[in-house]
């Protein structure tokens, strides 16, 4: 059994700064690949970036050059720091643990509501 915990989200006005964690717990907490995604009322869970084992990062277009997903030294929390936040990305914010192809964790979801 693997749980996801996640946290740091809140309100910020349009232009603010906000950083998510998820930190894991169980059977198994330390994973090489990570990734966030967004969930907007109304719209399709969409990727916004994710970290593969090797350390490999890859940013949604909407998100390039303002977000930056990391994981801790022993790979049991990842973080998603979020600068020049917009109205456009308020939405439910999902952690993501990668076992294989086939298996992996996902968090309960933060809130995440920019005011403009």
């Known amino acids: 059994q693997v749980r996801l915990v996640e946290s740091g989200g809140g309100l910020v006005q349009s232009g603010g700064s906000l950083r998510l964690s998820c930190a894991a717990s169980?059977?198994?907490?330390?994973?090489?690949?990570w990734g966030w995604y967004r969930q907007a009322p109304g719209k399709e869970r969409e990727l916004v970036a994710t970290?593969?084992?090797?350390?490999?990062?890859v940013y949604a277009d909407f998100v390039k050059g303002r977000f930056t997903i990391s994981r801790d030294k022993a790979l049991t929390t990842a973080y998603l720091q979020m600068n020049s936040l917009k109205p456009e990305d308020t939405a439910v914010y999902y952690c993501?643990?990668?076992?294989?192809?086939?298996?992996?964790?996902w968090g309960q979801g933060t809130q995440v509501t920019v005011s403009s």
């Open positions: 970290i593969s084992g090797g350390g490999t990062t």
């Open positions: 169980g059977r198994i907490r330390s994973f090489g690949h």
């Open positions: 993501k643990a990668v076992v294989s192809a086939a298996a992996a964790f």
